[in-house]
């Protein structure tokens, strides 16, 4: 993922499904911040804070 974003794509997620099916977009930044602050992997719980891939979704065609 680094060099996809060195690259120059501004678009740098990771698609995270759960058990249940569902599927959460993480950024790759967030996920750097995690990893520089120790903060460990993200648990279930948290994930509701990330976008779902419908919502993801959405919000790159308003961008468009």
């Known amino acids: ?3 996809w974003e060195t690259r120059g ?3 740098c997620y990771f698609a995270m499904k759960l ?3 569902s599927i959460y977009m993480v950024h790759y930044d967030d996920l ?3 990893q ?3 903060e460990g ?3 279930e719980k948290e994930f ?3 976008p779902t891939f419908e919502q993801w979704i959405e919000n ?3 961008m468009l």
Do not use: K, Q, S, V
């Open 60 to 62: 790159m065609e308003d």
């Open 32 to 34: 750097c911040m995690r």
């Open 41 to 43: 992997t993200i648990t």
């Open 48 to 50: 509701p804070a990330y």
């Open 9 to 11: 794509n501004a678009y």
């Open 19 to 21: 058990t249940d099916g």
């Open 1 to 3: 993922m680094t060099m």
């Open 36 to 38: 520089l602050h120790n």
